[in-house]
């Protein structure tokens, strides 16, 4: 089992360093709340208003934030395409103008539908 | 053990896959159909997409078949043995093909809900907002529906041939996500269709997560991601350890929430329930084949060697979902709720065809998946059909009765319900003859014994449905039963004649599951 | 052993016997309102073609030579999986033809009948759908060279006799006996679809021949297995103990139903079962005594029954059960019984249709009332009837020469041979026979007049007393007739094999106590009832009341499976809602604790759904590992 060995010693190095900060900032650190502060934090943006008496749940942010990641994931696989791109050959070719057909699709789905617009 | 992961890893051969793209045809057609559907919501104008959506569907839908058929007697590996096509395999895909030609009719009805098709005018309104009622009185049609379906459907295709951890994975996250949303789009009842969605959602991903779990550990076991591979390894390492245990188990945990087996089941109520009852129907047809084709390939070619350690597990879980399905189901009021444990008990019932591990249990299986499935199409599409002023009239009390104002509907639904009962002469009898059957050569004579008396409350279940639609008053306020268009009638006349035909002259599709054969290695 | 030879000559048209009644029920129930005017006589012609055909087929076969009265005939292939097969083929022989030849003949009277008694249904024309498919099954039924074709006959009867019985949907008390016969069937199916596995799995085979001929090779504990799956099988179908509950209430349905299909066809199936399956039951004393058990129980219970109903119907429901008690206790005795069995049920089926018919005819009279403390002193009113519900009567109780006396008798001979004590309780039971019969006689026939204001009996029709008339005469030649001119032992014996031995005391002083102990149950009944019968039922005392509430079946049943099922299923339901953090976290402080940590990260019951499945999956991988332990 030695090839696991570092995996644990990492695991536990990283266990560690966790709770070492967390612990280190809860002691050192000046405790001044305010408002901002007390709010559920919602990635840099407004806390979302409660759905109720009608009020929207505003979703414009997620849904770029998933279309970032969606095309953000197609670079990823041509990354090792780009390095393996001389033994794929033709085939490697073909299939990535494929992927890439496909995304884009997708892309000519959310902008006709008019999801790239902010407002 | 370190020897044989660091040989794999550190192997710098690279061969290119051959792919046979003939061989895979049906799933391309389907898949290329579903990008071809997104093109269409992106440039066609809104009037046009509907009729367009349904030539995509129906017509890849059919040409797959065709592909299908035509490969009859092929089998072989391929994409360096990612995929294995072989006979069980396309029965199983053309299965999935056809139950999805009569799914799609059931969700192109519009004849029987007055404000248009079974799904939202627009899923992302707020339910009961002004919004929601301007789109639906304007008559929008949701129809992304279609290329979602069609996205599923591919998935289908590919789960019950992927002979790859990677592939099945992939294979079942394409299957499942357009089905989580396509479960959120009910048009009546959103609330309760949106939270069905996201319960589903989140079970899904978190038996997703045991799968890939099970996947890394099988994986670490035998350095490989092929089932081929990872079977040698067990077969060349008589002394188990650990990892293979739990990563059989983790594997399992995946697929078996598929079909919804106790203790994995939960979500199947609510969803079935919440969901539009067309995408009721399909999911609860072509996922259980889809999925129960994985688990079959899974156990037979992967874990085959290994079936001493997993049978004692799959006993376990059968008894628990026959017995907990067929229970529960006696004290459900409401049809689809009712229905959808009714499907908990059928897949304990199915899985003693994966307990078997004989051909007789995999060619059983695959007979009582598609008996079932049609079965269930039906059920549920004469649900889409008794309605009152707020929509599907789903409460059993409101059944009561149906045989008096409606008796050819109440008829349909009884063959229905006896074949889910396992009656002689419908196809319910004989796929659980023919699984039972493969079980005691197995040698799990207790096992059928349990599944008989799950069988015996479930059949109290169904009785106790015939004798309220036949013999009961009907209520002060009875349903309607709507006359549906073409879609649906055809639908349902498809159900029946594959539920009587099926148990009277079972012999053709024994004959071709036989022809078949089992999994390639 | 016995030859047999494939279907040729007058038998080549065997199928058409299931064919004519199949036809009529697919013209009446799928021809729609255009058949109703003449849909009834359509259907009672499907019956009788059926019955003139097997009196030719009874002729040709008595041509032959006894051991070359087998007769398949191949139809086509049905199923065959792996190493599984079954044919859809008809066998005939000694054993079907008398079968045969019951449910044709009682089956054309009842329809003759049923013109009549249901000439006011707006659904008659469905009601003779059903009867002609009832028919239909119950030929396939006999018929069947293998087990899994008769068990499609035996749902098949099972489906007809449900659609009979909640024929009269208005009622309520018929949607609960509908539901009652169906739940009750599928407990008896669970012993069939068990059997008939275990039957394939020991023989590689469920054709009768090929079983039969290698029955001596099992073990003998499979044998008592396979033997006791279809002795529940017969339970289930013939309304044995404990099974019997639903055939009271079976009552509900018309009563030409009630004539035919409980009393003189389907629930003698399961007697038709352990008969054609003695081969099985010859190799296992375990099953076979059981079977006897069983019998002798269900012979008491329905003679209790029968005798504390006041409703008519009611009491000869537990009449038949008696009487099918009798049968079955004939047919655990084997090859010394079976002979019997089957000629009890012959002279039983003919007997006891006589009786319901009758008892019909009583009901059609007096405004389908069926309350015998409000019936008496009919005889003068519907003298056929009278006259032909006495020679029934006295064919039940065994007065001879009326047919019950030769069939019942040789019962209780056959019993005496095989145990003193099973011989007692068969002749005890005879007594209260005579007790109940004479009972049901007197109540209705004699004494005062204690009708209703509004009631004025009749008689019924010609289209009605006619058969009474034929089953009257039948009731008292049936037995002779069989027994001398028809020589049922000789007959049956290539089949189920026959064999007698001696008593130690002569048959004619076993006979003269029998008819003595009749004759004291019957002077009773006359003491009790003969002078005065109070309009409203006595309380009675512990027994009389458990009798008259059928032994608290109901509340039987409900006790034992009805609550607990319920009950398990809502705390079911209950723990799929709520109770998985408790159960899961009572296995382990570590899921406790994650259990509330993961409540305040999710809402909903999504949580605990998900916690159920990390206990199904923890299940999982326990089971796994566990199995690789020792």
């Known amino acids: 089992m030695n090839v696991y060995a570092p995996i644990l010693v990492l695991l536990a190095l990283g266990a560690a360093f966790a709770i070492f900060s967390v612990t280190l900032t809860s002691f050192t650190g000046p405790k001044r709340y305010n408002r901002a502060k007390r709010d559920a934090y919602e990635c840099g943006i407004d806390p979302t208003p409660q759905p109720v008496g009608g009020g929207h749940f505003p979703v414009k942010y997620y849904l770029t934030a998933m279309l970032f990641i969606v095309f953000d994931i197609e670079i990823v696989f041509l990354y090792p395409w780009a390095v393996a791109f001389d033994k794929l050959a033709l085939f490697g070719l073909i299939e990535m103008l494929i992927f890439i057909g496909t995304v884009l699709v997708v892309y000519a789905y959310v902008w006709r539908r008019r999801g790239l617009e902010w407002e | 053990m370190s020897g044989v992961l660091s040989a794999s890893v550190v192997a710098d051969t690279f061969t290119l896959p051959t792919i046979d793209y003939g061989a895979l045809a049906p799933v391309l057609i389907v898949a290329a159909a579903a990008v071809i559907g997104v093109l269409v919501e992106a440039f066609a104008p809104r009037g046009a997409r509907r009729p367009l959506q349904l030539v995509l569907v129906f017509g890849s839908l059919i040409a797959a078949f065709v592909a299908v058929v035509m490969h009859a007697g092929i089998r072989q590996l391929d994409g360096g043995g990612a995929v294995a096509i072989d006979g069980p395999g396309l029965v199983l895909q053309g299965a999935v093909l056809l139950i999805s030609i009569v799914g799609a009719m059931l969700m192109a009805e519009r004849m029987v809900d007055p404000a248009g098709d079974a799904f939202a005018a627009r899923a992302s309104t707020l339910p009961g907002s002004e919004d929601e ?389 | ?302 003679a209790f029954i029968g005798s504390a109903k006041d409703e008519i119907k009611k009491a000869l429901a537990g009449s038949t059960m008696s009487q099918i008690g009798y049968m079955i206790l004939a047919a655990g005795l084997g090859p010394v019984g079976y002979v019997f069995a089957i000629f009890h049920l012959l002279t039983h089926g003919v007997f006891k249709a006589n009786l319901f018919l009758g008892a019909g005819s009583v009901m059609h009279g007096m405004k389908n009332r069926e309350n015998m403390r409000r019936y008496g002193a009919l005889r003068a009113a519907m003298i056929v009837t009278w006259l032909s519900f006495m020679a029934a009567t006295f064919a039940i109780m065994g007065i001879p020469p009326f047919s019950g006396f030769w069939s019942k008798d040789d019962i209780i001979h056959a019993a005496f041979e095989h145990n003193i004590i099973i011989g007692i309780c068969a002749i005890l039971a005879a007594g209260f026979t005579g007790f109940y019969m004479t009972r049901m006689l007197v109540m209705t026939f004699f004494g005062k007049a204690r009708w209703e204001d509004d009631q004025h009996p009749h008689e019924s029709p010609p289209v009605m007393t006619i058969p009474l008339i034929i089953l009257g005469i039948g009731s008292i030649f049936t037995g002779i007739g069989l027994l001398f001119w028809g020589n049922i032992e000789t007959w049956l014996e290539p089949v189920t094999g026959f064999e007698t031995r001696e008593l130690a005391i002569p048959a004619i002083v076993l006979e003269g106590i029998t008819l003595l102990v009749v004759l004291v149950g019957a002077a009773v009944a006359i003491a009790m009832y003969r002078r005065s019968v109070a309009v409203e039922a006595p309380k009675g005392n512990v027994l009389v009341r458990a009798a008259r509430n059928s032994m608290y079946d109901d509340a039987i049943n409900d006790t034992i499976a009805v609550r607990p099922t319920y009950w398990l299923s809502r705390s079911l339901v209950w723990a799929d809602r709520s109770v998985i953090d408790g159960i899961v976290g009572g296995s382990a402080a570590f899921v406790g604790g994650l259990s509330g940590r993961m409540r305040r990260l999710q809402s909903g019951f999504a949580r605990s759904y998900a916690l159920a499945m990390l206990g199904g999956a923890i299940l999982v991988v326990v089971v796994m590992l566990l199995v690789r332990l020792p």
């Open chain 3, 1 to 302: 052993m016995e030859v047999t030879t494939a279907a040729g000559g007058a038998f080549a048209y065997l199928w058409l016997l299931i064919g004519f009644p199949l036809a009529g029920a697919a013209i009446l129930l799928f021809g729609g309102k255009r058949t109703n005017r003449w849909g009834h006589y359509v259907g009672t012609l499907a019956v009788v073609a059926s019955a003139a055909y097997a009196v030719i087929l009874l002729l040709a076969l008595m041509g032959r030579s006894p051991e070359e009265r087998t007769v398949v005939q191949h139809i086509a292939d049905w199923i065959f999986i792996n190493k599984f097969s079954a044919s859809i083929a008809l066998q005939l022989d000694q054993l079907s033809m008398v079968f045969v030849l019951l449910i044709t003949i009682v089956g054309s009277l009842i329809h003759v009948y049923s013109i009549g008694y249901m000439k006011d249904d707006p659904d008659r024309r469905r009601f003779f759908g059903f009867l002609n498919l009832f028919v239909a099954a119950m030929l396939l039924l006999v018929l069947a060279d293998n087990y899994l074709l008769l068990y499609a006959g035996w749902e098949g009867v099972g489906l007809a006799s449900f659609l009979l019985i909640g024929f009269w949907q208005h009622k309520n008390s018929a949607a609960a006996a509908a539901k009652k016969a169906f739940v009750m069937n599928r407990i008896g199916d669970v012993g069939m679809s068990l059997g008939i596995m275990l039957i394939f799995v020991t023989f590689g085979s469920v054709t009768f021949s090929t079983v039969f001929d290698q029955a001596g090779e099992a073990s003998d504990t499979t044998m008592t297995w396979i033997g006791l799956l279809l002795l529940l099988a017969a339970c289930g179908k013939s309304a044995q103990f404990p099974l019997q509950a639903w055939l009271l209430d079976a009552m509900e349905g018309p009563t030409p139903v009630s004539a035919l299909i409980h009393a003189a066809t389907m629930v003698t199936a399961g007697v038709y079962l352990i008969v054609r399956s003695g081969p099985i039951f010859d190799q296992t004393i375990v099953a076979s005594t059981v079977v006897v058990i069983i019998g002798t129980i269900t012979m008491f219970l329905g």
């Open chain 2, 133 to 521: 009622r301007q789109f639906s009185s304007r008559g929008f049609l949701q129809t992304e529906i279609w290329p979602l379906m069609l996205f599923a459907v591919t998935g289908m295709l590919l789960f019950p041939i992927a002979n790859d951890l990677l592939l099945l994975f992939v294979a079942l996250e394409v299957m499942s996500l357009p089905l989580y949303l396509l479960v959120g789009m009910a048009r009546r009842r959103r609330l309760l269709s949106q939270e069905a969605a996201l319960k589903y959602f989140i079970l899904g991903s978190f038996s997703s997560a045991f799968f890939l779990f099970g996947s890394a550990l099988l994986y670490g076991y035998s350095g490989s991601i092929k089932f081929g591979k990872i079977a040698e390894a067990i077969a060349g390492n008589p002394g188990q350890n650990m990892l293979i245990l739990v990563g059989v188990g983790m594997v399992a945990v995946g697929l078996l929430f598929k079909i919804g087996a106790a203790p994995f089941h939960q979500w199947t109520p609510d969803v079935y329930q919440g969901a539009p009852t067309p995408v009721t129907a399909f999911m609860a047809a072509a996922v259980k084949v889809a999925a129960f084709g994985a688990i079959l390939r899974v156990f037979y070619v992967i874990f085959g060697g290994l079936r001493w350690d997993w049978q004692p597990m799959l006993w376990v879980i059968a008894i628990l979902t026959m017995l907990i399905g067929a229970i529960v189901a006696v004290t459900q009021t409401d049809v689809k709720r009712m229905l959808a444990y009714s499907s908990i008990a059928q897949a304990g019932f199915i899985l003693l065809g994966v307990i078997a591990a004989n051909p007789a249990g995999l060619r059983g299986a695959i007979f009582y998946l598609v008996a079932y499935a049609f079965t269930t199409l039906g059920t549920f599409a004469v649900v889409t059909l008794v309605r009152d002023s707020t929509g599907e009239a789903t409460h059993l009390s409101k059944w009561a009765g149906l045989a008096k104002t409606s008796p050819l509907t109440a008829t349909v639904f009884a063959i229905f319900l006896l074949s889910l009962a396992g009656i002689p002469l419908t196809s319910g009898f004989i796929g659980k003859f023919a699984v039972f059957t493969a079980a005691i050569e197995a040698g799990a004579m207790p096992l059928v014994i349990v599944a008989l008396f799950a069988s015996l409350i479930a059949a109290f279940v169904y009785g106790r449905v015939i004798v309220l639609m036949f013999f009961a008053d009907p209520p002060a306020d009875p349903p309607a039963v709507v006359v549906p268009s073409a879609f649906t009638t055809l639908a349902i006349a498809i159900s029946v004649a594959v539920t009587v035909v099926l148990g009277i002259i079972p012999q053709p599709f024994l004959t071709l599951l036989e022809q078949a054969g089992v999994f390639i290695r």
